[in-house]
């Protein structure tokens, strides 16, 4: 199968070998029976895709005594974060037992854009494991350094001759899977989602800076990792310089499922600084710790009060913001569980909410639509667009 250059960042592709009948294709594609494809705009869609293949395979032999999927996301130097971290929230939410594998000589890698993730294990530990799917994050050089791993290629090609699930997003597909041999005889399909993003502004006031934002993003045992990563990943395609902030006693926090990120300082010594705008990720617990760390919610006081930006989603607006005041005369929206504890409620179903120097939204769904929506705040539609269009994101 030849790939060109645009194929290489656009298509992903999961193979379903014999394990089921048909898959249907986005788009009202015909049924092809051996394997699906998507864009990189589909990232939680084509994690759907994966879950719903992998609820119809039958159990790797190592797993004959559980019902439970066992599934391997490698990662690597370079590797697309949110990719890896949406495939592996959405998978261990569907029940699956998901190991992630280092190809790189340590546990931690950095990222695409420089967040650092820790691995369960080395790839060298996984051989001799059966797996109901392996699947492959994209970003480079990330893809490159999975595709170079000898190791991961012999344990795909197993994987392949076995009949057994494997897939693959973004670069990945065309770097590593084509490589390998493993596209043969398999269509490709690069799809857009046409939806629209929904966000409402009221009393609009320009967020303006004299130099490059600094932006603090505060992080807990127990954060929702896609947001977390969602968020960190796009400002910094933006060029914003973003402070990761730890505010447990280590730089590592295990996230609500069971990602590990490391914090580039600790919220004591992050504390010290100013920032241009703070933005909260949600989950729980994570919402909860975030909430009762003085030296944060000391920051966000400070911060409401300069009338300097800030934001929050999922849990943080409800159970961050307004336990602590700061929401008091402005329109917010919050995760569909938690929306009913904002005191004003007019635009709890707004996916994105901004109402002067404050932004809220409302879930994992949502992050990539308020990171998008914080990048046009800060450097105007254009900038927003041009970061959405090179994630193949439909924006606005």
């Not at 009202?28 to 992998?54: H, N, P, Q």
């Not at 395979?57 to 949110?82: C, D």
């Not at 043969?184 to 989602?193: E, P």
Request: aromatic share 4%; proline share 4%; hydrophobic share 45%.
């Amino acid at each position: 199968m030849a790939c060109n250059a645009n194929m290489m960042h656009m298509l992903g592709v999961c193979r379903t070998a014999r394990l089921t009948s048909s898959i249907a294709l986005p788009l009202g594609a015909d049924k092809i029976g051996r394997g699906f494809y998507t864009s990189l705009s589909s990232r939680v869609k084509f994690t759907r895709k994966i879950c719903a293949s992998l609820a119809q395979a039958k159990p790797s032999a190592s797993g004959m005594a559980s019902t439970q999927k066992k599934v391997l996301v490698p990662i690597g130097f370079g590797t697309e974060e949110m990719e890896a971290v949406i495939l592996i929230d959405v998978l261990r939410r569907a029940g699956s037992d998901v190991t992630v594998a280092s190809v790189e000589t340590d546990l931690q890698i950095e990222a695409s854009r420089r967040v650092k993730l820790v691995a369960d294990r080395p790839i060298s530990a996984c051989t001799e494991e059966m797996f109901d799917l392996i699947v492959l994050p994209g970003g480079m050089p990330g893809s490159s350094r999975l595709r170079d791993s000898e190791i991961l290629e012999n344990i795909t090609k197993r994987q392949a001759a076995d009949g057994r699930l494997y897939g693959a997003i973004c670069a990945a597909p065309a770097v590593a899977l084509e490589t390998w041999g493993l596209l043969k005889g398999l269509r490709v399909m690069c799809t857009r989602d046409g939806s629209e993003v929904v966000k409402h502004e009221y009393n609009p006031v320009e967020w303006s800076f004299a130099k490059t934002p600094v932006v603090l993003v505060p992080i807990a045992n127990g954060s929702e990792e896609m947001e977390a990563v969602i968020i960190i990943d796009v400002l910094r395609r933006a060029n914003i310089h973003v402070v990761v902030a730890s505010v447990e006693e280590t730089l590592e926090i295990v996230a609500s499922r069971k990602v590990k990120i490391v914090a580039d300082k600790l919220i004591e010594e992050a504390a010290t600084s100013a920032y241009d705008l703070i933005v909260l990720p949600g989950g729980m617990p994570g919402a909860e710790r975030l909430s009762n760390t003085q030296s944060l919610t000391k920051l966000l006081r400070e911060q409401a009060e300069s009338k300097k930006a800030y934001g929050a989603i999922c849990a943080s607006p409800a159970v961050v913001l307004e336990a602590h005041g700061l929401l008091k005369e402005k329109k917010a929206t919050a995760h569909p569980a938690f929306s009913q504890k904002l005191a004003d409620q007019s635009a709890a179903d707004t996916r994105v909410v901004i109402d002067g120097n404050l932004i809220t939204s409302r879930g994992p769904g949502t992050a990539m639509e308020f990171a998008l929506a914080i990048v046009e705040k800060i450097f105007g539609q254009e900038k927003a667009i041009s970061i959405a269009e090179a994630m193949v994101f439909p924006y606005p």
